[in-house]
Structures are given as structure tokens and as C-alpha cells.
């Protein structure tokens, strides 16, 4: 074998390893999704994403990503509506683990990656007196936040979990990282994000009896 093709074979196999490893850090940046699963970020042991329970009210969404359009409207200064390239391509991304804990009783821990509900909203430009942000889902479902909330923290609208793109049963394309609140306020699927003076304003669980604050330190059952 010539020492040239020695050299290109070489050279593959370091991009396929490369391609292969967690090379994002904390923090924004493009990140190279692998084609597998990570189960170890920083230390910390993740849960798989086949660990979850499918619990969605209409079953599983198969959004197709070239039509795909999220809406950022409501108290905003200008509405926004973008495709998923546009979000992939404008928007600064992040990564933290975070565990999500479900009523049902069973939890996950997962790396989950994706864009700032926040940097949305200032590109939007909030309106004075909204003091709630709602998110609406493919299948009809929708959850509420406070604003606050989302001005305090890095709240994700994440694309990727564990390295990998999410699943359609996961939330393709983009799932609500709602960290420190139960998994009804997950939201999966999201299409529609609406800022909103409604600080009452009850989702599809909520609705039902479900806290509106959702928070994990207190009982979902807690009307508050």
C-alpha cells in the first residue's frame, strides 16, 4: 500500500473518532452531533433515552423538519416565525444535564443540548406588563411558564439529548428543558411560543387540576 492511501486511511479514522467524541465543552457552540448516544457527561452518569415512558395525549408527533415554523408572537414588539434551519443556524447553543421527573413516578437524567428560550424572547422584544410565556405543541398539548422564570435561568428549547438528535417520540424538533418542574411542563413538539399577561393561563394538565406552578417542591396536585 502506497504511503499516500496509508496517510487518507489514517486521516478518516481520526475525523470518525473526532466526530464521535464530546467536543462542545459547556457553553455555546456548534456542536457535531454523534451518530450514538453518549451515557457519560463531565462525570455524571446519564439515563438512556429509551428510558423514558411514552405519555404524550395524542401519541407520537412526526414533524417534518423542511416545513417545520415556530411562532414567537403575542406581547412582542415584532413576531417571529422561524424554520428549523433558521434556528439551528441564528441562535447561540447550550448544553447542561438536567433530570426530568414525571408525576408517574419515574425520572431521567439526560444532556440535553439546544437554544435559549430567552435569546427568542429578545429578539422578539417583550412587552411591558407580560409576565407569562406559553408553549404550544403539535398535538394540541400546551404548558405555561412564568416569565421570570425564563429572564433567571437558561432555559432550553433543546434539539438534542445524550449527543443525539431527538426522536420524534422525544420532541422533534425542539422539546422545553423546564428544569426544577414536574414533566408535564416538558413540553414536547413545541410550534408556537406566545408571550402573554395571562399569569392564570392553565395548560392541558393544569386544566385538569394539575399545579400551575409545576414547581418539583411542591405536589402537582397543589392548585397554586
Do not use: H
Not at 416545513?67 to 443556524?89: I, N, P
Not at 437524567?109 to 411591558?128: H, N, Q, S
Request: proline share 3%; hydrophobic share 40%; glycine share 8%.
Amino acid at each position: 500500500m502506497r504511503t499516500a492511501q496509508i496517510v487518507v486511511i489514517l486521516l478518516i479514522g481520526v475525523i470518525a473518532v473526532l466526530y464521535a467524541l464530546d467536543l462542545a465543552g459547556d457553553g455555546q457552540g456548534v456542536t457535531d452531533l454523534a451518530p450514538a448516544e453518549v451515557r457519560e457527561y463531565q462525570g455524571e452518569q446519564l439515563s438512556s433515552i429509551t428510558d423514558f415512558r411514552e405519555n404524550s395525549i395524542r401519541g407520537p408527533q412526526y414533524v417534518n423538519a423542511s416545513t417545520y415554523t415556530l411562532t414567537v408572537d403575542g406581547l412582542v414588539e415584532d413576531r417571529e416565525e422561524y424554520s428549523y434551519d433558521a434556528l439551528m443556524e441564528r441562535f447561540p447553543r447550550y448544553r447542561k444535564v438536567v433530570t426530568l421527573y414525571c408525576v408517574e413516578g419515574w425520572d431521567v437524567t439526560i444532556l440535553w443540548e439546544g437554544i435559549r428560550v430567552e435569546d427568542l424572547l429578545l429578539e422578539a422584544g417583550v412587552k411591558p406588563g407580560a409576565n407569562t410565556v406559553i408553549f404550544y405543541a403539535a398535538d394540541g398539548y400546551s404548558s405555561s411558564l412564568p416569565l421570570a422564570y425564563i429572564e433567571d435561568r437558561d432555559i432550553l428549547l433543546a434539539y438534542a439529548m445524550n449527543n443525539v438528535t431527538l426522536p420524534a417520540e422525544r420532541g422533534f424538533p425542539f422539546q422545553l428543558v423546564a428544569e426544577d418542574r414536574w414533566g408535564y411542563k416538558w413540553v414536547k413538539w413545541v410550534t408556537r411560543i406566545e408571550v402573554s399577561d395571562d399569569a392564570n393561563y392553565r395548560g392541558y394538565w393544569e386544566s385538569r387540576g394539575y399545579s400551575n406552578n409545576g414547581s418539583l417542591d411542591r405536589s402537582f396536585f397543589d392548585r397554586g
